[in-house]
């Protein structure tokens, strides 16, 4: 659904960029090699203008401040086609009542094993706020969680920690924590069947260009972050 309204704007920013190239080269009477010049980059808008033919019904410092508004507009749809390709994604925490389950009844509450409260020996993170661990400073609480459930019948339990006190589910969409950026983090793109079509390793924080580009992919439903170490599951992100 989202691949067809992609789909849809990026056919009308085509159109709007034909139009534009259209209205540019009528409005200047300019050659097909000095556009062709200026898109590159090797000459001004004055230089190419210039260049081209000069039509005797069109008096030329007109057809300079034309030139300029149309360039303008040009440059503003080229920004718009910039920003309209940002990712728009939702980050999503476990579900509050997993790390409540986990923390009134200290076991799994998917799986029944007993959870394990410690000392903070690591940074984590907490799946609930995504805020790293303080090492030695806070409790946490260790259960077996699986992150399909609702998604696939096909489980992948694994460890994650909590908070041992309650503390604020992240929450703020189309924007990725910055308290994981300081992690070694792997993003995996799951498809059908939670086939991983895709796995980008991120070490410098920089989330979101990775993000951008699974979600690229059409065939990519959703992502897992996970820790680039230990492997365990952080939190899931969904296209907006
Ligand atoms: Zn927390």
Same mark, same amino acid.
């Given at each position: 659904?989202?691949? #067809?309204?992609?789909?849809?704007?990026?056919t009308e920013?085509? #159109?709007?960029a034909?139009?534009? *190239?259209?209205?540019?080269?009528?409005?200047?009477?300019?050659?097909p090699?000095?556009?062709?010049?200026?898109?590159?980059?090797?000459?001004? %808008?004055?230089?190419?203008?210039? @260049?081209?033919?000069? &039509?005797?019904?069109?008096?030329?410092?007109?057809?300079i401040?034309?030139? $300029? /508004?149309?360039?303008l507009?040009? !440059? +503003?749809?080229?920004?718009?086609?910039?920003?309209?390709?940002?990712?728009?994604?939702?980050?999503? @925490?476990? &579900?509050?009542?997993?790390?409540?389950?986990?923390?009134?009844t200290?076991?799994?509450p998917?799986?029944?094993?007993? @959870?394990?409260?410690?000392?903070?020996g690591? #940074?984590?993170?907490?799946?609930?706020? %995504?805020?790293?661990? +303080? *090492?030695?400073?806070?409790?946490?609480? %260790?259960?077996?969680?699986? &992150?399909? !459930?609702?998604?696939?019948?096909?489980?992948?339990?694994?460890?994650?920690?909590?908070?041992?006190? &309650?503390?604020?589910?992240?929450?703020?969409?189309?924007?990725?924590? !910055?308290? %994981?950026?300081?992690?070694?983090l *792997?993003?995996? =793109?799951? =498809? /059908? !069947?939670?086939?991983? #079509? *895709?796995? $980008?390793?991120?070490?410098?924080? @920089?989330?979101?260009?990775?993000?951008?580009?699974?979600?690229?992919?059409?065939?990519?439903? +959703?992502?897992?972050?996970?820790?680039g170490?230990?492997?365990?599951?952080?939190?899931?992100?969904?296209r907006?």
């Amino acid at each position: 659904m989202g691949g #067809t309204r992609f789909a849809r704007a990026g056919t009308e920013r085509k #159109t709007r960029a034909t139009d534009i *190239v259209r209205s540019f080269r009528e409005d200047l009477a300019i050659s097909p090699s000095s556009l062709r010049h200026l898109r590159s980059g090797n000459v001004s %808008l004055s230089q190419a203008v210039q @260049a081209s033919e000069t &039509p005797p019904n069109i008096e030329r410092k007109k057809r300079i401040v034309r030139a $300029e /508004s149309v360039h303008l507009s040009w !440059d +503003y749809q080229s920004n718009q086609e910039t920003n309209m390709k940002e990712p728009k994604f939702s980050i999503r @925490a476990i &579900p509050d009542e997993i790390s409540a389950a986990a923390r009134n009844t200290r076991r799994s509450p998917q799986y029944g094993h007993p @959870a394990h409260v410690e000392l903070a020996g690591g #940074t984590g993170p907490c799946r609930q706020c %995504l805020c790293t661990f +303080y *090492v030695g400073k806070e409790n946490r609480i %260790l259960f077996t969680y699986n &992150p399909f !459930d609702g998604l696939d019948p096909y489980p992948s339990p694994g460890p994650i920690f909590v908070h041992e006190t &309650p503390c604020a589910t992240y929450s703020p969409r189309d924007k990725f924590p !910055d308290t %994981l950026r300081s992690l070694p983090l *792997v993003f995996e =793109g799951y =498809g /059908s !069947d939670r086939w991983v #079509t *895709v796995r $980008e390793k991120v070490i410098d924080g @920089a989330a979101e260009a990775v993000i951008t580009r699974i979600f690229d992919q059409p065939e990519v439903e +959703y992502i897992h972050v996970r820790h680039g170490e230990a492997g365990c599951f952080i939190a899931h992100i969904n296209r907006a």
